[in-house]
C-alpha cells in the first residue's frame, strides 16, 4: 500500500484501471463462479472491458474459465479458501464503523480482507485532519509487509502462510513474530504500511476463521503513546461491532 498525507481527496478517489481489474477479480472471488455478462451487469462495465481484464486474469492463472463461467484459477483454489463473507457484506458491515471509528480516533480507518496472497483495501473512512493518511480502495499490499497485512497473514491457514512466505528473506522473522500477533489479537507498524504513518490493525473474524482486518494510520508525529493506546481499544471495540454485524446478518 501507499500513502500521502497531503494529497487531494478526488485525486485519491481516482479509479483507475489497476483498481477495476482488482475488483473484476474480487466479484470472481465473492461469487465463487460468475459469467462475463454477469459482471459486467454487476461492475457497470462494457463486456468488450471485462473480457479484457479476464484475459489477462486468465493468463496469470488467477482465474479460469468452465462452461462458461469464470471462477478463482487453480493457483488460488488453495490459497483463496476461507469463510464466505462477500466483499459487499463486509463493506455493509463496516462503513458506519468506520467512521465512528475515524470519529473517536481522529484518524484514517480502513478494513482489508485478504485476496490470495494480497491484503486488498475494501473500504475506509478518512481522517477528520487536513493532514492525513490516504487509503484508496483496491490498493494491496503482501501479505507480510504491514500491521494489516500481518493480522491477516497470523490468522490464516498454514498453507497461506507458508505461500506467502515461500520466497521472502526475511521469512523466518515474520514466521517468528506471528504467534504473538494471534496471542494478543494485535499488530502495528511504523512506517510500513505507510511511509510516515504509523498503523495499527486487529482482526475481524468468525467462528469459521477471520474474515478481515480493521486498521487506522496516522501520521507518526501525531501517534502518541497514549493515542496508541486509545487506537487499540477502539479498534477492538469497532472489530467486535463489524463481527456482530456480520452474524447478524
Same mark, same amino acid.
Given at each position: 500500500?501507499?500513502?500521502?498525507?497531503?494529497?487531494?481527496?478526488?485525486?485519491?478517489?481516482?479509479?483507475?484501471?489497476?483498481?477495476?481489474?482488482?475488483?473484476?477479480?474480487?466479484?470472481?472471488?465473492? +461469487?465463487?463462479?460468475?459469467?462475463?455478462? $454477469?459482471?459486467?451487469?454487476?461492475?457497470?462495465?462494457?463486456?468488450?472491458?471485462?473480457?479484457?481484464?479476464?484475459?489477462?486474469?486468465?493468463?496469470?492463472?488467477?482465474?479460469?474459465?468452465? $462452461?462458461?463461467?469464470?471462477?478463482?484459477?487453480?493457483?488460488?483454489?488453495?490459497?483463496?479458501?476461507?469463510?464466505?463473507?462477500?466483499?459487499?457484506?463486509?463493506? +455493509?458491515?463496516?462503513?458506519?464503523?468506520?467512521?465512528?471509528?475515524?470519529?473517536?480516533?481522529? $484518524?484514517?480507518?480502513?478494513?482489508?480482507?485478504?485476496?490470495?496472497?494480497?491484503?486488498?483495501?475494501?473500504?475506509?473512512?478518512?481522517?477528520?485532519?487536513?493532514? +492525513?493518511?490516504?487509503?484508496?480502495?483496491?490498493?494491496?499490499?503482501?501479505?507480510?509487509?504491514?500491521?494489516?497485512?500481518?493480522?491477516?497473514?497470523?490468522?490464516?491457514?498454514?498453507?497461506?502462510?507458508?505461500?506467502?512466505?515461500?520466497?521472502?528473506?526475511?521469512?523466518?522473522?515474520?514466521?517468528?513474530?506471528?504467534?504473538?500477533?494471534?496471542?494478543?489479537?494485535?499488530?502495528?507498524?511504523?512506517?510500513?504500511?505507510?511511509?510516515?504513518?504509523?498503523?495499527?490493525?486487529?482482526?475481524?473474524?468468525?467462528?469459521?476463521?477471520?474474515?478481515?482486518?480493521?486498521?487506522?494510520?496516522?501520521?507518526?508525529?501525531?501517534?502518541?503513546?497514549?493515542?496508541?493506546?486509545?487506537?487499540?481499544?477502539?479498534? +477492538?471495540?469497532?472489530?467486535?461491532?463489524?463481527?456482530?454485524?456480520? $452474524?447478524?446478518?
Amino acid at each position: 500500500m501507499t500513502t500521502a498525507l497531503d494529497r487531494p481527496p478526488e485525486e485519491a478517489a481516482e479509479d483507475t484501471s489497476f483498481a477495476r481489474g482488482l475488483r473484476v477479480f474480487l466479484t470472481i472471488a465473492d +461469487r465463487g463462479e460468475i459469467r462475463a455478462d $454477469e459482471l459486467s451487469t454487476l461492475l457497470e462495465t462494457p463486456l468488450s472491458t471485462i473480457y479484457r481484464y479476464l484475459r489477462t486474469l486468465t493468463e496469470f492463472g488467477f482465474v479460469e474459465r468452465q $462452461e462458461g463461467r469464470y471462477r478463482l484459477g487453480a493457483r488460488l483454489h488453495v490459497i483463496g479458501a476461507g469463510p464466505i463473507v462477500t466483499a459487499e457484506e463486509l463493506i +455493509r458491515a463496516a462503513e458506519p464503523v468506520l467512521a465512528d471509528l475515524a470519529e473517536t480516533t481522529q $484518524e484514517t480507518t480502513f478494513i482489508c480482507r485478504r485476496i490470495g496472497l494480497g491484503a486488498m483495501s475494501l473500504a475506509g473512512h478518512p481522517s477528520p485532519q487536513s493532514l +492525513r493518511v490516504v487509503v484508496e480502495t483496491g490498493q494491496t499490499s503482501p501479505l507480510h509487509v504491514g500491521a494489516v497485512a500481518l493480522v491477516l497473514l497470523a490468522y490464516a491457514p498454514s498453507e497461506v502462510q507458508d505461500a506467502a512466505l515461500a520466497e521472502v528473506a526475511e521469512a523466518s522473522t515474520i514466521r517468528g513474530s506471528l504467534p504473538a500477533i494471534t496471542s494478543e489479537g494485535f499488530a502495528q507498524d511504523d512506517g510500513l504500511t505507510f511511509p510516515g504513518a504509523t498503523t495499527l490493525a486487529v482482526p475481524v473474524q468468525r467462528d469459521d476463521g477471520i474474515v478481515a482486518a480493521l486498521g487506522v494510520a496516522a501520521p507518526s508525529e501525531r501517534a502518541s503513546r497514549r493515542w496508541q493506546t486509545r487506537a487499540r481499544v477502539a479498534l +477492538r471495540r469497532a472489530a467486535t461491532t463489524v463481527e456482530t454485524t456480520l $452474524e447478524s446478518g
